[in-house]
């Protein structure tokens, strides 16, 4: 069992950077991968980057050379660093672990204002 809890979503201007973090506790030793999906209004739920355990990284085109993800595995965490973000990056961000199954964060909003 694991349970992850989002932080860093919020309110910027085009252009602007935000951090995002997932904490996750419980049954940490287990988990392999870990990431982030994101969900607009309407909108089906889009990948958006995953990071393995040894930390090899893979990104969405939309996210790839603005969005850098990061994981440290002796505090259970993983980190989306967003950088020149535009407005059609506004969603619900959530952080995703897997082990023989994957566990869903609650969301956090992320609102870029033109």
């Known amino acids: 069992q694991v349970q992850l809890v989002e932080s860093g979503g919020g309110l910027v201007q085009a252009g602007g950077s935000l951090r995002l973090a997932c904490a996750a506790s419980?049954?940490?030793?287990?988990?392999?991968?870990m990431g982030w999906y994101r969900q607009a209004p309407g909108n089906e739920r889009e990948f958006v980057a995953r990071?393995?355990?040894?930390?090899?990284?893979t990104y969405t085109d939309a996210a790839k050379g603005r969005f850098t993800i990061s994981r440290d595995n002796a505090k259970s965490t993983v980190s989306l660093q967003m950088r020149s973000l535009e407005p059609e990056d506004t969603a619900v961000y959530f952080c995703?672990?897997?082990?023989?199954?994957?566990?869903w964060g609650q969301g956090t909003q992320v609102t870029v204002s033109s």
């Open positions: 419980g049954n940490t030793a287990s988990i392999r991968d």
């Open positions: 990071i393995s355990r040894p930390g090899a990284a």
């Open positions: 995703y672990a897997e082990n023989y199954r994957t566990y």
